[in-house]
């Protein structure tokens, strides 16, 4: 043992194979920071010395190492600080790679990014077959694309297609995928690594490369072909202007190939680039942004295990089915039958796509009891009421649950709308009620406001968080006022949308500037996929109290049973996949100029008024709230922060403009002069 350094144990077994435990001291997660990677290099120095039988790395963590440290990435502040942040890592994995006895990455839990990186310079990797072994090259979600050698690496190990695939999605494989494209030797159970690493050492097999087929797509021949592909698949996704990292990848290959001298200055250069680039800032932005809303919820500060969910319809069923398959015990209650067997039956299809294995669903199901009496009511940790949207059906319902009610249960209810005030008035204690406002699909939407009222007691706030990160969701606490934060934003940007069509823009002209703006999806696609009759429901409430106007068309596509997505028909139609037709815009469609700045205007006005009120209660949470629960262009870094970096002025004034032209909808927000001032 040396207690020289602080992150890193070295035993030397019987046999002279030194046994290398990575654990970051202070920390619950392996990152690869500066002090560690020092340490680590002035070991491989000792090491190259004592020439050990061999060297095994492994991990004294639940994971084995999550990447880089990506809180260095934001003391970055130029290219050539960039440099040499990569060329630390890149040096001390090429050392690693040059040791002159074999070496073993042994791996269990998450092996992603620079941790993965590490492995690659190892001769060998052996890892845990557990579903939670996880391998994989996020970079790109963060803007950049491996620096510490992956670009150079795993292309050799694994072939261009597998390894262009893992870099360019940023997806993690599981370690049976891993074994299957060669990037380990073995995927065994936890018990047998040790031996499966030993033995590696001691029969030093040859080490793994990509041959025949697999080898093929590096070749320098077939390199500009598949470039050609792989850019064509990638512009379906992300454009280059937004996401510029996984075209710099697809271009730093292509040149270089497993030329892995080149490919190693390429990866530098190009990430030092990056890096410093808008993009890649606000993805950091995002990802600590996520981090942030994670901190909010304390999981130590409340357990819950059983759920109790009241109104089995579209929310109701989908929030009882993410709980089962989060690890709760649900009863879900519902009046009707047919509800309840819907809900099992869109609970197990859910399952089947994320589990895949039988037996993995039948467990989940099991945990899933649809429960018209609501008998799980009286022992139920959580009661989450999601019936329809109605004050008098959501009061006398509380009035006769509240005294069946387990002492200590948190009272949740789902309503998009309705004051928290008003709902409570139906309970004897009406601070114990507090809003968990989920978003469809619930699966997809990472994103629940937790709603309270000033006087709502702060330990049912807090118990709502710890259950929303229980259920692995982020928690967003927002003040009870019309619309909430997200729906409040989204809104108008939709109506907007709204109007342009109906002064006779085609829906996908309208959603073509949207996503050139940055948004996943366009406004037209995203009011059908809601539902237009939601839509307007939610606009009726907003506009009574806020400077919302619903558009007429709106009405008359409701009223004409038009309803978006599910009725097969709304502003598009809809095949039987659910896929809409003619939703893509061709080139050259005739778009007049003050399109994308109308939506997106009425969007950051919006946004700057919730700010304003304290909906939220600052910026960065309110652009964590509308990225995470609109999808709004996470490389922007959130509304309140395009705002600054676009010019707080400059906007100011468009949106002045457009008061002049298009009325009072365009107001200026008092909040613009408000931030500027403070
Ligand atoms: P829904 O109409 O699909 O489902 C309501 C369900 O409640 C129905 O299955 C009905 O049979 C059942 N129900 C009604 N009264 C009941 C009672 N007393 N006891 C037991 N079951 C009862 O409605 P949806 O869309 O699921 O909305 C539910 C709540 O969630 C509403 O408050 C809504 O505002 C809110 N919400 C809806 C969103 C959406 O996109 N649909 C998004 C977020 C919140």
Request: charged fraction near 25%.
């Amino acid at each position: 043992m040396t207690d020289k350094y602080k992150n890193w144990q070295q035993e030397k077994d019987a046999d002279g194979i030194v046994w290398l435990t990575f654990d970051l001291a202070g920390a619950s997660t392996n990152t690869l920071g500066k002090v560690a990677m020092e340490e680590l290099d002035s070991l491989l120095g000792e090491l190259e010395a004592q020439r050990p039988t061999g060297l095994v790395i492994r991990s004294g963590k639940a994971n084995f190492i999550a990447g880089a440290d990506i809180s260095e990435f934001t003391r970055v502040q130029t290219v050539e600080q960039a440099r040499e942040l990569i060329q630390r890592g890149q040096a001390v994995v090429n050392r690693l790679e040059s040791l002159r006895c074999p070496t073993v990455a042994m791996i269990h839990g998450f092996c992603l990014g620079g941790g993965l990186e590490l492995a690659l310079g190892c001769d060998y990797r052996v890892a845990d077959d557990a579903d939670s072994t996880r391998l994989g090259l996020p970079e790109v979600r963060l803007g950049i694309h491996p620096g510490f050698g992956g670009v150079a690496r795993l292309p050799r190990l694994v072939g261009a297609t597998s390894a262009m695939d893992m870099m360019l999605t940023g997806r993690s494989l599981s370690a049976r995928v891993a074994k299957k494209i060669g990037l380990l030797d073995y995927a065994v159970p936890q018990r047998h690594l040790q031996r499966a690493a030993r033995e590696l050492i001691l029969t030093r097999p040859p080490k793994k490369q990509a041959s025949g087929l697999q080898a093929l797509g590096n070749h320098m021949l077939v390199r500009p072909l598949l470039a050609r592909v792989l850019r064509k698949k990638v512009a379906a996704k992300a454009r280059p202007e937004h996401y510029p990292a996984p075209y710099a990848l697809i271009d730093l290959w292509r040149e270089h190939g497993t030329d892995k001298a080149a490919a190693l200055r390429g990866e530098e250069l190009s990430v030092a680039r990056l890096i410093n680039g808008d993009t890649a800032r606000n993805l950091v932005r995002v990802f600590f942004l996520q981090e942030r809303l994670k901190s909010l919820g304390d999981k130590r500060a409340f357990v819950p295990t059983r759920i109790h969910v009241i109104g089995g319809g579209v929310m109701g069923g989908d929030i009882a089915a993410w709980c089962a398959l989060r690890g709760m015990q649900v009863t879900v209650q519902d009046r009707s039958d047919e509800h309840l067997a819907q809900v099992v039956k869109r609970a197990a299809k859910l399952y089947k796509r994320k589990l895949k294995k039988p037996r993995l669903v039948q467990q989940v199901l099991d945990r899933l009891m649809p429960d018209k009496q609501g008998l799980g009511l009286a022992q139920a940790d959580v009661v989450i009421e999601a019936i329809f949207e109605n004050v008098e059906a959501k009061q006398s319902l509380y009035r006769e649950i509240e005294p069946q009610m387990k002492e200590g249960a948190l009272l949740a209810t789902n309503t998009s709308s309705i004051p928290l005030q008003v709902l409570g008035e139906a309970l004897s204690d009406p601070n114990r009620l507090v809003g968990l406002h989920f978003f469809n699909p619930v699966s997809q939407m990472q994103l629940v406001e937790i709603v309270t009222t000033p006087d709502t007691d702060a330990s049912v706030a807090e118990k709502a968080a710890a259950f929303t990160r229980h259920i692995d969701r982020l928690p967003l606490p927002v003040s009870s006022s019309p619309g909430f934060l997200v729906n409040r934003v989204l809104m108008p940007y939709l109506l907007e949308a709204v109007t342009l069509e109906a002064e006779g823009l085609a829906p996908k002209v309208i959603d073509a500037e949207a996503l050139k703006f940055g948004m996943p999806m366009g406004p037209i696609l995203l009011a059908d996929t809601v539902g237009l009759d939601i839509c307007l429901s939610v606009a009726e409430i907003l506009s009574k109290e806020l400077n919302v106007e619903v558009p007429t068309r709106l009405r008359d596509m409701v009223a004409a049973g038009r309803l978006g997505k599910k009725s097969g028909h709304g502003f598009y139609k809809y095949d039987k996949q659910g896929k809409p037709l003619g939703a893509k815009a061709g080139r050259g469609e005739y778009c007049p100029p003050d399109t994308q700045g109308r939506l997106i205007a009425r969007l950051l006005n919006e946004a700057q008024a919730c700010l304003r009120e304290g909906v939220v209660s600052e910026a960065d949470l309110l652009d964590a709230g509308i990225i995470f629960g609109t999808g709004f262009a996470p490389f922007r870094g959130g509304p309140m922060h395009y705002i600054e970096q676009a010019g707080r002025d400059a906007l100011a004034e468009k949106i002045a403009g457009l008061q002049k032209t298009y009325g009072s909808r365009f107001d200026l927000d008092e909040g613009w002069r408000i931030s500027e001032l403070s």
